[in-house]
């Protein structure tokens, strides 16, 4: 993300992003608790399409074919031994959505076909600025000046009412059952 003005728009989104990813690396059992105590969050490929799809960029901006491709290319140029990806490698993964599904971005409702996975593989950043990042955020309804518990909240009203309960339980914000 060498782009100064792209930059700049991560890191006003800087704690909000870091509140969606976190809370999405939460449905990682085993994976995430167990690098937490490293000090290392990540994310599972279950999470992040999770995450993608809440969000409504799976299928209105990017298909679930284009989104395992751009896992794969992170993980395949991954340093590091963690099967999955940590918040930089999140972010990048933002920025190859924009580059696939700018013209969808742009127009949702946008129903020709797509061009092919080559913008995937590479990281181009043709076609990323700063008004293309904000886009996505915005079509994502994220709020730089929500509360994090606010937003938080409003991340659990779009889980499922089990899942719901057990995060509320997870972050101690309701009593356990008897």
């Given at each position: 993300?060498e782009e100064?003005?792209?930059?700049k728009?991560?890191?006003?989104y800087?704690?909000?992003l870091?509140?969606l990813?976190?809370?999405?690396?939460?449905?990682?059992?085993?994976?995430?608790?167990k690098?937490s105590?490293?000090g290392?969050v990540?994310l599972s490929?279950?999470?992040?399409?999770?995450?993608?799809?809440q969000q409504?960029?799976l299928?209105?901006?990017?298909?679930?074919?284009e989104?395992m491709i751009?896992?794969?290319?992170?993980?395949?140029n991954?340093?590091g031994?963690?099967?999955?990806?940590?918040?930089?490698e999140f972010?990048e993964?933002?920025?190859?959505?924009?580059?696939?599904g700018?013209?969808r971005?742009?127009?949702?409702?946008?129903?020709?076909p797509?061009?092919n996975t080559?913008s995937?593989?590479?990281?181009?950043?043709?076609g990323?600025t700063a008004?293309?990042l904000?886009e996505?955020?915005k079509?994502?309804?994220l709020?730089?000046e929500?509360?994090k518990?606010?937003f938080?909240k409003k991340?659990?009203e779009l889980?499922?009412?089990?899942?719901?309960?057990?995060?509320?339980?997870?972050?101690?914000?309701?009593p356990?059952?008897p």
């Amino acid at each position: 993300m060498e782009e100064p003005d792209v930059a700049k728009v991560f890191r006003y989104y800087e704690n909000t992003l870091k509140t969606l990813f976190e809370f999405y690396s939460k449905f990682d059992k085993v994976e995430a608790y167990k690098y937490s105590e490293m000090g290392v969050v990540s994310l599972s490929y279950k999470s992040f399409i999770k995450l993608i799809n809440q969000q409504r960029l799976l299928p209105n901006i990017i298909t679930k074919d284009e989104l395992m491709i751009i896992y794969k290319v992170i993980m395949k140029n991954k340093v590091g031994k963690i099967g999955s990806l940590n918040f930089e490698e999140f972010k990048e993964s933002l920025v190859r959505i924009i580059v696939k599904g700018k013209n969808r971005l742009a127009n949702p409702g946008d129903k020709r076909p797509r061009d092919n996975t080559k913008s995937l593989l590479l990281f181009d950043m043709e076609g990323v600025t700063a008004n293309t990042l904000r886009e996505l955020f915005k079509y994502m309804k994220l709020a730089p000046e929500m509360s994090k518990r606010a937003f938080v909240k409003k991340l659990i009203e779009l889980q499922d009412e089990g899942v719901k309960d057990e995060i509320l339980r997870r972050r101690q914000l309701v009593p356990e059952s008897p």
